[in-house]
């Protein structure tokens, strides 16, 4: 399942975050990083898809 979300979080990354911890601060904080450049909401996604294995 963590390849899915690693795949959709290089393509969507505020998704790939949505699949892993909800609608909480880090989908707020992916959703700001995604807007301000696409390549921090991917490194912001594919941390958090990581860190909360």
Request: glycine share 10%; aromatic share 14%; no cysteine.
């Amino acid at each position: 399942m963590d390849v899915i979300r690693i795949i959709l979080a290089i393509l969507l990354p505020p998704v790939g975050v949505f699949l892993q911890v909800g609608f909480g601060m880090h989908f707020w904080i992916n959703i700001l990083l995604t807007i301000l450049g696409y390549i921090p909401g991917i490194i912001h996604a594919i941390w958090v898809i990581v860190k909360y294995d």
